[in-house]
């Protein structure tokens, strides 16, 4: 029998360590769209009773990173073509301002900080690793924004990013990606040469392109 102990002084609750890790797997693609899940599973995988499974799928729920049935089925979304292209305009409104907000602070340290990212990128696709590719895809972004100082608009991005996790890993797999992200290297080559109207158009391209291939 699990019991739900009290944790430890400092360390989080049992339903905030689960909603944490799951959202990281959804968000990374680790879990395919569709893919349906169960409390009991969930509280097995975590060590956890049912109640903190229950209370971290109901936090995801609310993100839209799970869905529930009215049968009480759990599983990732999967997304219309309409959804996909609805996130990818979100996307491409959130983060193009995250970019630009960014651009006066893009000191070099960030600059070479992306680059070293991008390589990353590049091995994961290169190994055809499509968790890896999200995940340091992910990273690149973020390390950008974070640079903008604007923590509710990038609260709002990673809710989209949260959403399209699983159908990101979907998209991956179609497109059979042989370089990194083109893109990712004209966003750099703006942000060095301070060129806001070519790093909003680097961002809004690279944001946008893939999902809309997959809407396609």
């Known amino acids: 029998m699990i019991l739900n102990q009290r944790p430890p002084d400092g360390a989080p609750p049992a339903h905030d360590r ?14 395919q769209p569709g893919e349906a899940l169960t409390l009991r599973g969930i509280g097995k995988s975590f060590d956890v009773s049912m109640t903190p499974a229950r209370e971290a799928v109901r936090r995801l729920v609310a993100e839209g990173a799970l869905t529930l049935s009215s049968s009480g089925r759990i599983s990732t979304p999967e997304l219309s073509n309409e959804r996909i ?8 409104l959130i983060e193009v301002e995250l970019a630009s907000r960014a651009l006066p602070r893009a000191h070099m340290a960030l600059i070479e900080r992306l680059q070293t990212i991008n390589s990353t990128v590049a091995e994961a696709v290169a190994h055809r690793d499509a968790v890896s590719y999200i995940r340091t895809n992910l990273e690149f972004h973020r390390t950008l924004y974070l640079r903008a100082q604007a923590p509710a608009m990038l609260a709002m991005a990673e809710t989209v990013w949260l959403q399209m996790g699983p159908t990101m890993r979907l998209l991956y797999g179609r497109l059979r990606r042989k370089e990194p992200p083109r893109y990712h290297r004209l966003i750099i080559a703006a942000l060095r040469a301070g060129d806001e109207p070519g790093l909003r158009l680097a961002v809004r391209s690279d944001v946008t392109q893939g999902l809309r291939m997959l809407a396609s």
């Open 18 to 31: 689960v909603y944490r890790t799951l959202r990281t797997r959804i968000m990374q693609g680790t879990i």
């Open 85 to 92: 292209e609805e996130l990818a305009s979100l996307r491409a």
